[in-house]
């Protein structure tokens, strides 16, 4: 068995209500074992608590209840050395060119200017910025711009990168070779993954295992492994497995996100 890498046992979220609203409980009830170096997705019903989920294994939000930790140390109140956020909206700054923008975690550490440099080079070569590096983000394309995002996070080096839905905006091509990016990016660096995605098929495509979440407070249906080989790209959705993985997420979804779409309505 591989060591597991981030261990959720019996972790829940209430929100306390504020101004007289009633208190939300966004998670039900999360035991989850995040393996050394895997590529894990999670997939569920619009507002079932998976950013939630994500801001809790980054430190950024408190538990209600059960434990969390991190290469076996508590989690709690920051983001714990090692692990790397990619948030959905554009959070590059306009004002900084592509390199400045990569390099800007870096020198408010204490990594040493040249190897700040190195790695910097580093990331823009694996995301193809290479010939964008004195370009300012409003230049550039969206899929670019996340890309920027994710070098970003990349050369902190982390050891388990958290991403929310990070290609949430772009149109379904330039998804899918993100999804490339960010495979080949998973190869190289040995990082473990974990992935919010309201896309199954990104989900099947990247993934060794998929999550599904039940409609609010979310937990887990099902863990669905998919077999995939380490090496792998966007070209699998070719494979006639790959319409089985989709079909048998979309089996479970399906009920949830009507529930999920009653709750709304009412
Ligand atoms: P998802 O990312 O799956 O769409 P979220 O984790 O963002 O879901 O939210 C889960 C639930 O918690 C939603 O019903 C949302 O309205 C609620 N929620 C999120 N953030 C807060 C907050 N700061 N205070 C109160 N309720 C919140
Ligand atoms: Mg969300």
Redesign the pocket.
Same mark, same amino acid.
């Given at each position: 068995m591989p060591t597991p890498h981030a261990v959720l046992e019996g972790v829940t979220r209430v929100?306390p209500g504020t101004g007289g609203r009633a208190p939300?409980q966004?998670l039900g009830r999360i035991d989850l074992e995040l393996r050394q170096g895997e590529f894990f997705s999670v997939v569920?019903p /619009?507002?079932?608590?998976? /950013?939630?989920l994500l801001e809790i294994v980054a430190g950024l939000q408190p538990l209600s209840e059960g434990r969390l930790t991190f290469e076996e140390r508590p989690v709690n109140g920051q983001v714990p050395d090692g692990v790397g956020v990619v948030f959905q909206e554009d959070a590059s700054f306009p004002w900084l060119t592509v390199r400045d923008n990569i390099a800007f975690g870096l020198r408010h550490s204490s990594v040493e200017p040249t190897e700040v440099r190195r790695r910097v080079e580093y990331a823009l070569g694996l995301m193809g910025l290479r010939d964008f590096a004195g370009a300012y983000p409003a230049q550039l394309s969206g899929g670019m711009r996340q890309r920027v995002c994710i070098a970003r996070t990349l050369v902190l080096q982390p050891r388990l990168i958290l991403l929310d839905e990070p290609f949430g905006a772009l149109d379904q091509q330039t998804r899918l070779l993100m999804g490339d990016e960010l495979l080949r990016l998973w190869r190289e660096t040995s990082a473990t993954v974990l992935l919010i995605t309201h896309a199954l098929d990104e989900a099947a495509m990247l993934s060794d295992r998929v999550g599904v979440m039940s409609a609010?407070p979310g937990r887990f249906l099902e863990l669905v492994e998919t077999g995939w080989p380490r090496e792998r790209d966007s070209r699998i959705v070719e494979r006639t497995g790959f319409a089985e993985i989709t079909g048998r997420l979309w089996a479970r979804l399906r009920e949830e996100s009507m529930k999920a779409m009653a709750t709304d309505s009412a």
């Open positions: 929100y939300v966004a569920g /619009s507002g079932c608590g998976k /950013s939630t609010r």
